[in-house]
């Protein structure tokens, strides 16, 4: 059976892992999260591209996957090319849908909500200046999705008000009144994306990339040798760099996910050893 290593620093990736369980039902799927320093948006770069390298070369090690996907905006911007250079494995990462904005928008004007580290790195901006010459891209680093997304996989809705005052750090942009198209930058906002809807502007367009990282990571994985790995754990794996205090209501959503877990793996805060 072939497998999929996915990674992020916390659920935001499991939006993606459920549309590769889509269109790849008979593929194994670990999971591996770094909650010991989430969120990544708000960690120094270079730290955060030598933490990823090394945490990604344990996972790698210890899970034997066919393939890893980088179901994170800022490890995928950050550290994706250190990553394909270090290591034998084909590599799948998220980028911001700037190209897709641009294909869709009728005013010229886009939007982003990202996180703060996405949106201040020199590749959003190569990004826009590639695939979207002609659009004004409006962004915005919104600190608190990324918690709200964490508390949503876990049962809890978003406050609206707070979900609008960040949505507002969009839209009261001067030219915001414009933005007929968001991107999502960020994996967590997943979990958001209905609420984000019926919260913002009615005319807007909200462009979620899971669906197109799924077909990536489909499309890479037919090329690649997928022979039994005798080294592999046998059932899927749920990992973490730090246990959640509330990993009873992490459950829920993971069994929904197809995650048959009691025990998840722990991996050490130091990323320097395994438990």
């Avoid at 799927?29 to 390298?53: H, K, S």
């Avoid at 809807?197 to 997928?226: F, K, M, N, S, Y």
Wanted: aromatic residues 6%; glycine residues 8%.
């Amino acid at each position: 059976m072939a497998r999929i290593l996915a990674f992020d620093s916390g659920i935001g990736g499991l939006g993606i892992v459920a549309r590769i369980r889509d269109l790849l039902p008979g593929v194994a799927v670990d999971y591996l999260a770094d909650t010991a320093i989430f969120p990544y948006g708000e960690q120094p770069d270079a730290t955060l591209r030598r933490r990823i390298v090394t945490l990604l070369g344990q996972a790698i090690d210890r899970l034997r996957p066919d393939m890893v996907v980088v179901a994170c905006n800022t490890a995928s911007t950050l550290a994706l090319d250190s990553l394909r250079a270090a290591y034998d494995v084909p590599f799948v990462g998220c980028v911001p849908p700037i190209k897709w904005a641009a294909d869709h928008t009728r005013t010229g004007t886009i939007g982003l909500l990202a996180t703060r580290a996405t949106v201040r790195r020199p590749y959003l901006r190569d990004l826009s200046t590639r695939f979207a010459p002609d659009c004004t891209l409006l962004a915005y680093g919104a600190r608190g999705l990324a918690d709200m997304a964490e508390a949503a996989f876990r049962g809890s809705p978003p406050d609206r008000q707070q979900l609008k005052t960040e949505l507002d750090g969009l839209f009261d942009q001067m030219g915001g009144d414009r933005i007929d198209v968001v991107g999502i930058g960020c994996t967590h906002y997943t979990f958001l994306l209905d609420a984000m809807r019926e919260t913002g502007p009615a005319h807007v367009t909200w462009l979620d990339p899971a669906p197109a990282v799924a077909r990536q990571a489909a499309r890479i994985l037919t090329g690649c040798d997928t022979t039994a790995d005798p080294r592999r754990p046998r059932a899927e794996r749920v990992c973490f760099t730090a246990m959640p205090p509330d990993l009873a209501a992490l459950l829920p959503g993971l069994r929904r996910l197809g995650y048959a877990i009691d025990a998840p793996c722990l991996f050490s805060k130091d990323v320097a050893t395994h438990s």
